[in-house]
């Protein structure tokens, strides 16, 4: 239900037309109508970055989530951290895989979204908000403006914008 | 495709190499395990002792109880064993993307050629059947540009050994609560013989991959254990095994 208000806010925003059955990627459609948000910033590798003063804060995308099927357990990392942009802070696992996720930037880990230790499941449901993992604090602003805006991010995933 | 053929190497050694193959070698690898000694218990990356395991009888019949690096369910793992792991670039495989259910897919018609003789083979939710009767367990590790998929097979089982896992929380739909006994099946029913087994993996592997054979020094030599690498593959310690039944016991 999150997720379809989520979409619906999505659709207005950027003109998307989705019905929501049509809210799963389908890997044999030409064009994904995963949900993307204009005001984050997006990593090839599926993570998204919300700046918040003199933090950013992660998770990874609806188009991740969906791909990986249901979430049953984020391995977060410990508060107090060093990660780096695009090295390994955590493990997602779903459906019998653990699947790396990666820092879109550097800087110190000063929150984890500990909620998820109990309901990994938070990712799938609100992979953009209640599915947040972590909590950096910004080492170098330019590592945001080199991640994707959501445009690109769009046409990365092939998101249909008819 | 390098392939690495071992006898009776043990799980936690294997884990332990898997893994280095997978963070930091930037090969395509195929391993075949024939057998694992001592008996061990193998628990998924998120696995919990106490929620899988009937513990006190772990702990009594001193079974060494592991913690993988990859997703997935619990098994339990000897000599009866047959083990196969893919290690795989992204550029090996003609997948979009790595994500778990295509490369389960694409597991599937890479292992359907060794089955042609078994009847009803296939993919049933995330398992490899014969028919609704699952005869191995797989999981799979995904990182940037490399995943890893690892089976291990039920060539034979005891019953006495199954008895050790508890009922999973999360069990696929096709178990239909049913017991071990009645969800498993033995390859060794199906199959003249291990050996037999093992060259038709490696026949129908190499439908797709050109593989060549290397020796355990060989991978030590080029592919040394000092290049450091995130492991996360760990063994549960008796005093680990105590304490997550403590609860348990405090309230009973």
């Given amino acids: ?162 | 495709m390098k392939l690495l053929r071992l006898q009776g190497f043990p799980i936690l050694q294997q884990l332990y190499l898997e893994e280095r193959l997978l963070r930091a070698t930037t090969h395509n690898w195929c391993l075949i395990n024939q057998g694992t000694n001592p008996p061990a218990i193998v628990v998924g990356i998120s696995g919990k002792p106490e929620k899988l395991l009937d513990v006190k009888a772990v702990l009594q019949d001193n079974i060494p109880v592991i913690r993988r690096f990859s997703g997935g369910g619990t098994v339990i793992v000897d000599t009866d064993t047959v083990f196969v792991t893919l290690i795989c670039r992204r550029d090996a495989v003609t997948l979009p993307d790595l994500y778990p259910r295509p490369i389960m897919e694409w597991t599937e018609h890479l292992y359907l050629p060794a089955f042609q003789t078994v009847p009803r083979f296939h993919l049933l939710e995330h398992d490899y059947v014969l028919g609704d009767k699952k005869f191995g367990g797989n999981a799979q590790s995904i990182i940037k540009d490399r995943f890893l998929h690892h089976t291990s097979f039920l060539w034979d089982y005891q019953d006495f050994r199954m008895a050790y896992l508890k009922l999973p929380q999360r069990a696929p739909t096709y178990r239909l609560a049913r017991p071990h006994s009645d969800f498993i099946c033995r390859l060794k029913d199906y199959m003249p013989s291990r050996e037999a087994f093992a060259d038709y993996i490696v026949k129908a592997f190499e439908r797709q991959f050109c593989l060549q054979e290397i020796s355990l020094d060989e991978v030590e030599k080029t592919q040394p254990s000092s290049v450091p690498h995130i492991t996360s593959t760990q063994i549960f310690t008796t005093a680990d095994l105590q304490q997550s039944i403590m609860p348990l016991i405090v309230k009973g």
């Fill in chain 1, 1 to 162: 239900m999150a997720l379809r208000s989520l979409a619906g806010r999505a659709a207005v925003v950027f003109r998307l037309r989705c019905a929501p059955s049509s809210l799963a990627f389908s890997s044999h459609s030409p064009f994904s109508t995963a949900v993307v948000l204009d005001d984050l910033k997006y990593a090839k590798t599926h993570e998204w970055v919300r700046v918040e003063g003199d933090c950013g804060v992660v998770g990874i995308t609806h188009h991740a989530q969906e791909e990986l099927g249901d979430v049953v357990f984020v391995d977060l990392p410990e508060v107090g951290r060093q990660v780096a942009k695009g090295e390994s802070f955590g493990v997602v696992e779903s459906v019998k895989a653990a699947s790396d996720i990666y820092s879109p930037i550097s800087g110190e880990v000063v929150a984890v979204n500990s909620e998820l230790a109990d309901s990994p499941a938070l990712v799938n449901k609100g992979p953009f908000d209640e599915g947040w993992i972590m909590k950096v604090k910004l080492e170098d602003n330019e590592e945001v403006c080199s991640l994707l805006g959501a445009e690109k991010y769009r046409q990365l995933l092939g998101v249909s914008t008819h």
